[in-house]
């Protein structure tokens, strides 16, 4: 179903994705490096997309859930470890002894029936790069490629005692049998995760294909709309269709919601909770990236509102922040903190303007308070 409210399994529910998809299968069956980089705004079916690709995938695959950790100032080896084994334990049965008897030979992992259990602390801490020899070995031993998924990658830039980029670098130089997707939202704050632009980073200089997904522009959003109520014998008059369109910017996540809702629910009603929705996770994901920013959140919520009113140049920007502040902002820390909401995707730069191109966010900004 078109607008079903969860991530998408199959091929047949995505809409107008073929592109990307074709993208990320070429990766997987190919021969075009070991990483790959799936990028895109939040609710564009990043995680849609790898869900659909890796059911099609001939072969094991191991999922790492960001997202169910994003809440956390920092990510401990513990929260990274837990969401690994559960990546583990949720490999299909068809490969899931070979998977399991590679790993008996890993210090730190613990094998229970058809349980796997990775140790995060003391003596016999597993050591990513140990786990990820292992299980190299075992899709080598089949004639297999394993695929490790990590969704919402960035988060990983708030680990606290161990470096994810370490781990990934030796894996792209040494391990053949590992392919590597990495979801990232916050697409400045993953590139600087990998080290793009960090010649010093474990990663720098290494080759990555890139999908990314952008939002749908107006014909394909009235389209999807339309398909979505034909399949579910909805009616709904243009003049509805055309205002969701508008309000909603074409972005695929919000655009399904408003179809789920108008099940059950008249096309008001049914918008209006969705922009609630909207507004309340925009709020909230504005609220985890300040949370770990204490001494600043004041200027980042004034800068954030000035973008968010229209100003979109540096020295309007700053003005505007100021006297909302009633103090100067050093132009070295201003500029930091510009360039972090850029890296966090909470504001956009094109042609050295500062915009918010979505309505939805736009109006959520403005709700923050210092």
Known sequence: MLFSPEPKNR????????????????????????????????RTGKTSLLKVSLSEFKGP????????IEEKGTISYRDFMGLFQEGINNITKSW??????????????????FKVYLAWGGKNRVTLTDLLDKLNDAASEIGARIVIAIDEAQELIKA???????????????????????????????????????????????????????YFNRDQSMDFLMKGFEEL????????????????????????LYGYYRIKKKHKEALNEVKQTAE???????????????????????ILKAVALGCDRWSIIKKRAE???????????????LNNLVAAGLIDKKDNKYIIPDRLMRNAYMKLRT
């Not at 990307?20 to 895109?40: C, H, I, Q, T, W």
């Not at 006297?323 to 903190?337: D, F, M, Q, V």
């Open 61 to 68: 695959t191991i999922t790492v859930d960001m997202r169910k």
């Open 233 to 256: 014998n909805i009616k709904a008059s243009m003049n509805e269709i055309e205002e969701a369109v508008e309000e909603l910017n074409g972005i695929p996540g919000w655009l399904s």
């Open 160 to 214: 606290a005692g161990f470096r994810i980029d370490r781990a990934l670098a030796y894996a792209y130089d040494n391990l053949k049998s590992i392919k590597f997707v990495l979801t990232g939202s916050r697409i400045g704050l993953l590139y600087r995760l990998i080290g793009v632009d960090n010649p010093k980073a474990p990663l720098f200089g290494r080759a990555m294909w890139e999908i990314k997904l952008s």
């Open 96 to 113: 899931k002894s070979t998977i399991i008897e590679a790993l008996k030979r890993v210090r730190g992992v613990e094998i229970s029936g």
């Open 11 to 42: 091929r047949e529910d995505l809409y107008d994705r073929e592109k990307e998809l074709k993208e990320l299968d070429v990766f997987l069956r190919g021969n075009l490096g070991p990483m790959a980089l799936l990028l895109g705004l939040r």
């Open 323 to 337: 006297s909302a502040l009633g103090e100067p902002i050093p132009p070295k820390n201003y500029t930091e903190i």
């Open 280 to 302: 309340a996770m925009i709020i909230s994901e504005a609220e985890n990236f300040l949370k770990i920013r204490p001494q600043a959140r004041a200027r980042y919520i004034e």
